[in-house]
Nanobody
């Protein structure tokens, strides 16, 4: 059974850093396009970043601050988040999809993880 599990969220001060992990089971991550999404209270879910065999893309709001990477040996995708801002506060989800857009979102998103809370506050 295909499963994604996020971890690494927490409370951090503005300007701080966190690294989120998305661990896969039941399938091989490197064969898939993987993306990170987030949903802030009262807002819709938005694409943050995605990684495929050909590219890594980011939303404009996180470009230069966030880095997505893949460790195939651990079957895990990471999202390194630096210079965090209060507006980055959200539940972060990883997911599989068919295509990674330049905007950092994905086409035909299928499997989702359960999410991990990131709170940026002083």
């Amino acid at each position: 059974q295909l499963q994604l599990v996020e971890s690494g969220g927490g409370l951090v001060q503005p300007g701080g850093s966190l690294r989120l992990s998305c661990a896969a089971s039941g399938f091989t991550l490197e064969d898939y396009t993987i993306g990170w999404f987030r949903q802030a209270p009262g807002k819709g879910r938005e694409g943050v970043s995605c990684i495929s065999s050909r590219s890594t893309n980011y939303a404009a709001s996180v470009k230069g601050r966030f880095t997505i990477s893949r460790d195939n040996a651990k079957n895990t995708v990471y999202l390194e988040m630096n210079s965090l801002k209060p507006e980055d506060t959200a539940v972060y989800y990883c997911a599989t999809g068919r295509y990674c857009y330049d905007s950092g979102s994905m086409f035909a998103v299928s499997s989702w993880g359960q999410g991990t809370q990131v709170t940026v506050s002083s």
